[in-house]
């Protein structure tokens, strides 16, 4: 079985259509999109809507956090407030429905292996702003989070939001695939293997 996850689009619409494309090419049995549609790039609905008539699973990020409950959920980005009250002004209520509905997780599990696709690591998913702080990777909270039960019962766990590519334990990141130079990852399972490879963004 092939899965493809991308993350971080960031509103870079011709990005977006390249990765799809590529998946197209690998034939991936199943995509994961690990959230972040909004912020830098100018294309942002374009991409909510691409990704809304895709069909394929889209996970909620921080992004969408302040698309749909404004950037009260997130102290740091106050320096955003203005952007994302533009944001939600001009959603339509179908495109609210569509980010309200969309998960902060999805588990599955593939020829035996299990697996977990988030935005980022959780420091409470039950939180008006569940993941982890960036900065957790680098006071050492990130690294005790992958040794936490929580992670450690899976295979394999993929992350975006750092927008690096990086290996800690079983957690793989995946960069942003709306920034230059950036890859998503084609994993694959079968009965004896889980292993997976950063395709890059042409």
Partial sequence: MKIAVFSDIHGNLKALKTVLEQIREKKADLTVFLGDIFQRGNEEFECLE?????????LKGNCELYAEHGVDVDPDVEHLREYYDGIRKRLTAEQKEFISNMPLFYEAECCGHKMRFS?????????P??????????????????LSDEVMEYELVAVGHSHGNFVKGNVVSVSASGL??????LIEADEDTLSFERITIE
Wanted: glycine content about 8%.
């Fill in 50 to 58: 691409l990704l809304k008539a895709s069909g394929i699973i889209c």
């Fill in 119 to 127: 935005h980022f690591l959780f420091l409470d998913v039950d939180a």
């Fill in 129 to 146: 702003y569940p993941f982890l702080p960036l900065s957790s990777l680098k006071n050492g909270d990130f690294d005790k989070a992958c």
């Fill in 180 to 185: 230059e130079g950036a890859s998503w990852l």
